[in-house]
């Protein structure tokens, strides 16, 4: 009489079983461990180093010109946008009066720049979620009029657009 394992069929069926329940104990050993803890980066953890506080630039309402289609004609379609938007810089508290003073001596040259720079932006630009690119160019102009010590990052909020007819 033959033992089980003696027919060649009988011996790779169990080679098969067994090949199969390996995989399935490495898979199941795999998937059972538990998550590991999330642990916080040192940065994380830290004080903030320094506190802030916002001074404003002012609210803004600045039409804007778009030209939509520019064919062989010339211009095929004009419109207008409304940006409405506050401006706020972050400044240290103990920079704040230095800054105070500056603003209050720059402020109308500041206005018109900021103006300018909205009216000159492009579509894509004015479309942008956070309005990253108007902003670095604001950072730079502000920069450079009031001093690069004294600026800190800017905060744009209350942002509107709305198409003018």
Not at 12 to 22: D, K, M, N, Q, S
Not at 106 to 120: A, T
Not at 146 to 161: M, Y
Request: charged fraction near 25%; glycine fraction near 4%; proline fraction near 5%.
């Amino acid at each position: 009489m033959r033992s089980r394992y003696q027919n060649p069929r009988r011996v790779l069926e169990a080679l098969h079983t067994g090949r199969i329940l390996v995989v399935a104990f490495c898979l199941a050993a795999a998937g059972c461990g538990s998550k590991p803890e999330f642990n916080f980066d040192y940065i994380d953890l830290l004080p903030a180093e320094q506190e802030l506080a916002e001074f404003s630039l002012g609210t803004y309402k600045i039409p804007i010109p778009l030209i939509i289609e520019q064919g062989e004609e010339g211009i095929i379609r004009r419109n207008r946008l409304q940006l409405s938007f506050e401006l706020f810089a972050l400044v240290s508290p103990q920079e704040m009066s230095q800054f105070e003073k500056a603003w209050n001596r720059h402020e109308g040259i500041i206005r018109d720049k900021v103006i300018s720079l909205c009216r000159n932006a492009s579509v894509e630009e004015l479309m942008e979620p956070e309005l990253l690119t108007l902003k670095s160019r604001l950072t730079d102009m502000l920069a450079n009029q009031l001093g690069q010590k004294r600026l800190l990052p800017l905060v744009i909020s209350d942002v509107v657009t709305q198409e003018l007819l």
